[in-house]
């Protein structure tokens, strides 16, 4: 499976936007790129997933560039809820393989007043 | 609420004694994962499965984890002799019928080995 790497870490302030990269030097041809949110004492939850180019939901942009061995998830307009940690994960695949998702330590992102 | 019930969210045991944790997946989907996780660390999988198969575990998990999903239904994972590095948030997972690679997590049982 593709490794991951993303700052451990990240800070910003209330209305600001958020962008955090991930590297994937070895993502294969098949992987998507998919993102979970994690809070406190709750399990993960996806947050959005992509494949090349860009991808807009309610919640995120991610930005993959066309050699796709990296990723931004772009987050519009932080608040203090957002405050949590961000996973981003490759493996999984359109083919139907990589049934497990591996994680990694992620980066806790701390959103100020 | 994701629809993937886990009990018991709080598990307080001592060394030595078994405890068993179980998850109520997504009922139409017939896939169930189960993931560990330590504090400071992203989850790691333990095991899947499609219906009553267990398909795959993870070469982390020692003889004493045991899982079963007996009627593709619901799920128990039972850890025997626990010991305090068993200590974890044990989640569960059911993924959706759209995306791959997007599952629905509970919000985990905790384990405290004392």
């Known amino acids: 499976l593709a490794k991951t790497t993303q700052p451990i870490s990240m800070d910003s302030y209330e209305g600001q936007e958020v962008n955090i990269t991930c590297s994937h030097n070895n993502i294969a041809t098949n992987d998507y790129i998919t993102w979970y949110q994690q809070f406190p004492s709750q399990g993960p939850r996806f947050i959005i997933q992509?494949?090349?180019t860009k991808v807009t939901n309610e919640v995120a942009s991610l930005f993959i560039p066309a050699d796709r061995k990296s990723s931004t998830l772009s987050l519009p307009r932080v608040s203090l809820s957002d405050t949590a940690v961000y996973y981003c994960l490759v493996g999984v695949s359109f083919t139907g393989g990589g049934n497990k998702l591996t994680f990694g330590t992620g980066t806790q992102l701390k959103v100020e007043l | 609420d994701t629809g993937v019930s886990q009990n018991p969210r709080h598990k307080i045991t001592k060394r030595g004694q078994n405890v068993t944790f179980r998850c109520d997946p997504i009922?139409?989907?017939?896939?169930l994962y189960w993931y560990r996780q330590t504090l400071g660390q992203g989850p790691e999988f333990l095991t899947y499965?499609?219906?009553?198969?267990?398909?795959?575990k993870s070469r982390l998990l020692s003889d004493r984890f045991s899982a079963e999903r007996p009627k593709g239904s619901f799920s128990t994972l039972e850890i025997q002799r626990t010991e305090q590095g068993d200590s974890a948030m044990y989640l569960c997972a059911s993924p959706t019928s759209g995306r791959p690679g997007e599952l629905f997590f509970g919000e985990g049982s905790r384990l405290t080995v004392l």
């Open positions: 009922s139409e989907h017939n896939r």
């Open positions: 499965f499609q219906n009553e198969a267990q398909l795959e």
């Open positions: 992509g494949y090349k």
